[in-house]
């Protein structure tokens, strides 16, 4: 766990090498956001920081639209510390708590399930629950974000198992659905045609 001084020198010279170690929780506005986000920084009394992404999702804060908390280098938090820690993880990666229980994974690792989510509070900031919850989401914006595929596609590919889990898991999020995020986009992308085609000599209009 790096200290409130470290990661506060970090937020504000917007260091990159702080990337992904740290997440800035901004209680004004219920952001969170990583080290290098070009916004305004925020005031040293209005910020939390938090270990992991997962962590901040679980104290309430929503991933900043503008640096893309999705988009962060993999954590050295999301490992642990710990061999158990590092075990637990890799297998919330690989997909362990989109079908099982916090208990199913806890027999794998050969503890319990409170032994299990302490560890993980200790070492990550937030329950194994919060930790797939999280993984599955980001991994649903990246691909909103970066590919064409259907949201039926997006549901299964990230782990949520229908669209049904997909949409409420966004809405909780973000306090919209993920189609609005692909109309957004969609919208873009016109714009920027449109651009273009209007452009001088552009060779998309019809010769007169």
Request: glycine share 6%.
């Amino acid at each position: 766990m790096l200290d409130f001084s470290t990661c506060l020198n970090a937020m504000r010279q917007r260091d990159a090498a702080f990337d992904g170690l740290f997440f800035i929780g901004v209680r004004t506005t219920g952001i969170y956001c990583r080290p290098v986000c070009r916004v305004k920084t925020p005031m040293e009394k209005n910020v939390t920081f938090y270990p992991s992404a997962a962590a901040a999702e679980q104290a309430g804060f929503r991933p900043c639209l503008r640096c893309r908390p999705e988009t962060a280098p993999f954590s050295p938090a999301w490992n642990g510390t710990r061999t158990t820690a590092d075990r637990a993880m890799r297998l919330i990666a690989q997909g362990a708590l989109n079908e099982g229980s916090v208990e199913d994974l806890a027999e794998r690792l050969g503890i319990g399930a409170r032994h299990l989510s302490r560890l993980l509070q200790e070492h990550i900031g937030a329950s194994p629950k919060q930790i797939a919850q999280t993984l599955r989401t980001h991994t649903a914006k990246r691909l909103l974000d970066e590919t064409d595929m259907s949201m039926a596609d997006i549901a299964i590919e990230a782990g949520f198992g229908s669209t049904r889990r997909f949409n409420a898991a966004f809405n909780k999020l973000y306090g919209r659905p993920p189609s609005s995020f692909r109309k957004k986009k969609a919208a873009l992308r016109r714009a920027v045609t449109s651009r273009r085609a209007s452009a001088p000599g552009s060779t998309s209009a019809p010769p007169a």
